[in-house]
């Protein structure tokens, strides 16, 4: 899950709660739309690479310290290994190379994080080298004009596309004060290689309010890209999500109970200028 903290014109503040699941379509359809081509399977393992989150999101655990959901940034290793485990099993639905990437991200993140060495984070990272050989070595004999070249491209674009993504959600500003979820987080070595590669300049941002009271009912962002890396401009991302008071609860239900339905909805343009900045 992803948490975001905003503030409101009345100065009030609400989490935005963004289910991994709808970041993870949302990095489908920019990797349906690239500017190179990818076969299906590998679009489709991008676009339901996070599904393994469904069920912990359905009644997600709270911080106790705090009263708020954990973020994705802030699950504990044991309950990361099962989501990860189940978002692999349901990628392989879509094909070995679809489970060879997805299990490729994963482990990426974790191989890279301080809890790499832990034993229960060593036992799954030599688990998945395993399966990753295996999957690897389904999907070429299947098909022997397939190459391991292509096989690392797709797993680039799933790192890439799951970066613009969650910069989207976590990191596009809403006003001067342009704080950043990911650069100051363990994934900040991987959001500064997005930014690389592209620019983004938030070239507008709204949020409109229900008529009969002061609750935000949807935001929207027009952002600039350089360089542009879709086949065609612009494309519309839209996702929902759920506000509520960023306060601490006692139990999911208590903030369930408190949140309201937000559409979130992002339109990219090709930027032209150059000038444009990941904040």
């Not at 739309?33 to 709270?62: C, M, N, Q, S, Y």
């Not at 099962?82 to 990628?91: G, L, T």
Request: proline share 6%.
């Amino acid at each position: 899950m992803i948490r975001r903290e905003i503030t409101t014109a009345n100065g009030a503040k609400l989490w935005l709660l963004v289910s991994q699941v709808e970041h993870a379509h949302m990095s489908g359809e920019l990797a349906r739309h690239w500017r190179e081509a990818f076969t299906r399977d590998v679009v489709d393992a991008i676009a339901h690479h996070d599904d393994g989150w469904a069920a912990w999101e359905a009644e997600p655990k709270l911080n106790p310290e705090t009263g708020a959901p954990f973020s994705f940034l802030e699950m504990p290793v044991p309950a990361a290994l099962v989501i990860w485990d189940h978002s692999i099993a349901a990628a392989g639905e879509f094909g070995p190379l679809a489970a060879y990437i997805v299990a490729g991200h994963f482990y990426n993140l974790l191989n890279n994080s301080e809890h790499a060495k832990d034993p229960l984070a060593v036992a799954w990272l030599t688990a998945k080298r395993k399966h990753r050989t295996g999957w690897l070595d389904e999907w070429v004999r299947a098909d022997p004009s397939q190459t391991l070249e292509y096989a690392k491209r797709a797993q680039q674009m799933l790192l890439v596309a799951d970066l613009f993504s969650l910069w989207l959600c976590c990191d596009s500003p809403t006003d001067r004060n342009r704080e950043t979820i990911l650069g100051q987080s363990a994934m900040k070595l991987q959001t500064d290689m997005l930014f690389s590669q592209f620019q983004f300049s938030v070239q507008e941002f709204e949020i409109k309010s229900f008529s009969h009271d002061e609750r935000i009912e949807a935001l929207s962002w027009s952002v600039g890209v350089h360089p542009f890396p879709c086949r065609t401009a612009p494309i519309s991302l839209p996702a929902e999500c759920i506000a509520v008071p960023a306060v601490p609860y006692a139990s999911w239900q208590e903030l369930k109970a408190a949140s309201w339905p937000v559409a979130l909805r992002w339109r990219l343009v090709e930027d032209t200028s150059t000038n444009g900045s990941p904040t």
